[in-house]
């Protein structure tokens, strides 16, 4: 007899009890500020809703916008999702950059086409091996998802790589250094369908703004029309490079 067919045997309600004991064991506690019992507790819940905005050449709407500023409860969030797979607060950051991307509908409705395309920033090859996944599609698929369901149709494509580059993150400790190692290393996928479409850019933490940038002019260059970009969080010059990548 296996374990499950044990399970079977004491009902429903002993499944009920394993599950209690399991969050006993584990308790789950505030991915911002480690209170314990929640995910993302309401203080750190609305940290994410600042609306931080900042230049975006390149795109229609002319200024990006962020859920918050990188920064405490924000930084330790994000950093638990992007670098430690915590997927439990990662769906909570989903919702409020998908809630971020209705809220501006006003601003890009009408210089978008039909059909719009939501496009997650590349990472390297590198950060998707170190992390096994590419950890913004599902950003990009909450934002689409979300503005499907208020009438404004969205399909999220991958659309986006970035080629190898040289400067290990380590060595790269000044934004200059950064943008030098973004630029000019970001592609659009063979065979992606962006052509003639309206296009927003998800990312997850900004800084000078290189990345979002060549990302537009990728875009731009395959025919498509960046119209707006997205971050979770806008983060000071400042800000560790480490953190970033
Ligand atoms: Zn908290």
Same mark, same amino acid.
């Given at each position: 007899?296996?374990?499950?067919?044990?399970?079977?045997?004491? =009902?429903?309600?002993?499944?009920?009890?394993?599950?209690?004991?399991?969050?006993?064991?584990? *308790?789950?506690?505030?991915?911002?500020?480690?209170?314990?019992?929640?995910? &993302?507790?309401?203080?750190?819940?609305? &940290?994410?809703?600042?609306?931080?905005?900042?230049?975006? *050449?390149?795109? #229609?709407?002319?200024?990006?916008?962020?859920? #918050?500023?990188?920064?405490?409860?924000?930084?330790?969030?994000?950093?638990?999702?992007?670098?430690?797979?915590? @997927? @439990?607060?990662?769906?909570?950051?989903?919702?409020? /950059?998908?809630?971020?991307?209705?809220?501006?509908?006003?601003?890009?409705?009408?210089?978008?086409?039909?059909?719009?395309? /939501?496009? *997650?920033?590349? !990472?390297?090859?590198? !950060?998707?091996?170190?992390?096994?996944?590419?950890? &913004?599609?599902?950003?990009?698929?909450?934002?689409?998802?979300?503005?499907?369901?208020?009438?404004?149709?969205?399909?999220?494509?991958?659309?986006?790589?970035?080629?190898?580059?040289?400067?290990?993150?380590?060595?790269?400790? !000044?934004?200059? #250094?950064?943008?030098?190692?973004?630029?000019?290393?970001?592609?659009?996928?063979?065979?992606?369908?962006?052509?003639?479409?309206?296009? /927003?850019?998800?990312?997850?933490?900004?800084?000078?703004?290189?990345?979002?940038?060549?990302?537009?002019?990728?875009?731009?260059?395959?025919?498509?029309?960046? /119209?707006?970009?997205?971050?979770?969080?806008?983060? =000071?010059?400042?800000?560790?490079?480490?953190?970033?990548?």
């Amino acid at each position: 007899m296996n374990a499950l067919t044990q399970v079977d045997r004491f =009902g429903p309600g002993f499944l009920g009890l394993l599950n209690m004991c399991g969050n006993l064991l584990l *308790p789950r506690a505030c991915a911002g500020c480690d209170r314990p019992d929640c995910v &993302l507790c309401p203080s750190c819940a609305a &940290l994410f809703q600042q609306t931080e905005s900042f230049p975006a *050449p390149g795109y #229609a709407c002319g200024s990006g916008y962020a859920c #918050a500023v990188y920064a405490g409860p924000v930084r330790q969030a994000i950093l638990g999702w992007k670098d430690h797979g915590d @997927e @439990e607060v990662g769906a909570q950051l989903a919702r409020a /950059i998908a809630r971020l991307a209705v809220s501006l509908r006003p601003l890009y409705e009408r210089v978008s086409l039909p059909d719009l395309v /939501i496009v *997650p920033a590349p !990472s390297s090859a590198a !950060s998707m091996r170190r992390r096994g996944r590419a950890h &913004l599609r599902p950003l990009a698929q909450a934002v689409a998802h979300q503005l499907t369901a208020v009438g404004l149709p969205a399909q999220a494509q991958l659309a986006l790589t970035m080629s190898a580059v040289k400067g290990k993150a380590v060595e790269l400790h !000044s934004s200059s #250094a950064r943008a030098r190692r973004v630029s000019g290393h970001i592609q659009v996928k063979a065979g992606s369908q962006i052509a003639g479409r309206s296009v /927003i850019v998800v990312d997850d933490i900004v800084t000078t703004g290189s990345t979002l940038r060549q990302c537009g002019a990728a875009l731009s260059g395959a025919g498509a029309r960046p /119209i707006l970009s997205l971050a979770l969080a806008r983060a =000071g010059r400042h800000q560790a490079s480490t953190d970033l990548l």
